[in-house]
């Protein structure tokens, strides 16, 4: 754990910016902050749901056991909120969510929090627009798990890593092979044999985890045509 100042934080939430001083107080004396290292377990399925958790640096797959496999359903980076929807829709968490880089999760006492909610309209609404956006971008990866090839969700999830999460032509990729399986729901051998035709065809290189895209225009078109 480590100590913080929830006011003078560079990272913290947009909804928080509608907070006063003494908001801003009662958050900071009703939360604290703990270092993850990748792999390590920060929100678990079936828990019970006592604290909201916000992702303050690094990125998070945020995963759910279903009958057979581990399902991931979305990777998020910092800084956002994590684990809403079971905060208030259910007392029990229903998925969990799990570094894949070394992060920086603050929790916050559920029952502050709560109240912050109830006696603030602006911190609120807030948080309804993060949660309209997330559901938004979940309707659109949806619509493109059911209707894309997998040579298309491969090139469109490395587009996605590239553009929304690093800002990057080149980055490391922090999900294995079968990671970006579960994600875009198929196997790991289909994703080794796409990653592999794509570096044939000198559309991305790939080593050792490390992605450098190569023609953006060409894999562009494949995730377009999917």
Do not use: W
């Not at 502050?112 to 309209?121: E, H, M, Y």
């Not at 969700?153 to 553009?163: K, P, R, W």
């Not at 929304?164 to 875009?184: A, C, Q, V, Y």
């Amino acid at each position: 754990m480590i100590s913080h100042n929830c006011k003078d934080c560079k990272l913290k939430a947009a909804a928080t910016c509608h907070l006063s001083n003494d908001e801003f107080q009662d958050l900071e004396n009703n939360s604290v902050s703990v270092h993850f290292k990748k792999g390590e377990s920060i929100i678990k399925q079936n828990a019970l749901s006592l604290n909201v958790a916000y992702l303050r640096k690094g990125m998070a797959k945020v995963h759910m056991q279903g009958p057979t496999r581990d399902k991931i359903l979305r990777v998020v980076k910092a800084p956002t909120f994590l684990g809403l929807p079971t905060n208030f829709g259910e007392k029990i968490n229903q998925f969990s969510v799990t570094a894949i880089n070394n992060a920086e999760v603050c929790f916050i006492d559920l029952g502050i929090f709560r109240n912050l909610i109830f006696s603030n309209g602006k911190f609120a609404y807030e948080l309804i627009v993060e949660l309209c956006r997330n559901e938004l971008n979940d309707y659109f990866r949806y619509a493109s798990l059911a209707q894309k090839q997998i040579p298309g969700l491969v090139a469109e999830t490395i587009l996605c890593f590239s553009e929304k999460l690093f800002e990057s032509d080149e980055f490391n990729m922090p999900l294995t092979r079968g990671e970006m399986g579960d994600l875009i729901g198929t196997s790991r051998e289909s994703v080794s044999r796409v990653l592999s035709e794509m570096s044939h065809d000198r559309i991305i290189a790939f080593d050792a985890g490390q992605i450098s895209i190569l023609n953006k225009d060409a894999l562009s078109k494949i995730s377009d045509k999917g």
